[in-house]
């Protein structure tokens, strides 16, 4: 859709954007220097056709992006990455965790099985159908990735306000006053 030089999200026509799908062939081919201006983007999903570490580029673009952004989907496109031992595996996980940044998740188009030494719990699973309901519009609410996406980040807000420790309503909390004027003291007189 953009000559090569026009890959950069300054362009008139992401303004008002909310939801937004970028595919990635290289790592020179988006400049990404815009986007905490798209103020209208809640949704951002990346699918990534190059190798880097997922839980560096998550960051990388979650301290870019604006404040309204509410889910960040980042493609992975080897079904190697979710298996035992890859470099990367960790890094997924703790994406999937929460752990790197709470707006983001994981997504892979095809199958993994659990029984293969792959993590497939990691990541919203898709087939190529899947996806081409999805950019069609003909998806059902709900089973969209975007939907899916938001079930997966808010499942995880909720276990982990589960496991946080209780607040005890008793204990005593410390509010600081501001001090008061000096000029309140000095217009009293000392009593004796």
Not at 115 to 122: A, K, L, R, V
Request: glycine letters at 4%.
């Amino acid at each position: 859709m953009f000559f090569r030089d026009q890959r950069h999200l300054a362009h008139p026509i992401f303004q008002h954007v909310t939801h937004l799908d970028i595919v990635w062939d290289d790592e020179k081919q988006w400049n990404l220097d815009a986007l905490p201006q798209l103020e209208c983007l809640t949704h951002l999903s990346l699918d990534i056709r190059f190798s880097p570490r997922p839980a560096k580029l998550i960051k990388a673009i979650a301290s870019l992006s604006p404040a309204s952004l509410r889910v960040l989907v980042l493609w992975i496109m080897s079904f190697h990455e979710f298996c035992d031992g890859h470099v990367h595996l960790a890094d997924i996980k703790a994406v999937c965790e929460g752990e790197v940044d709470p707006r983001a998740v994981i997504a892979y188009s095809g199958k993994i099985r659990a029984d293969s030494g792959m993590h497939p719990e990691y990541a919203i699973m898709r087939s190529y159908e899947d996806m081409l309901y999805d950019w069609s519009g003909e998806q059902a609410l709900g089973n969209d990735l975007w939907s899916l996406a938001e079930e997966k980040i808010e499942a995880r807000r909720r276990l982990k306000e589960k496991e946080a420790p209780p607040r005890d309503p008793f204990a005593a909390q410390v509010v600081e006053s501001p001090p008061l004027p000096q000029a309140l003291f000095s217009a009293v007189e000392p009593v004796c």
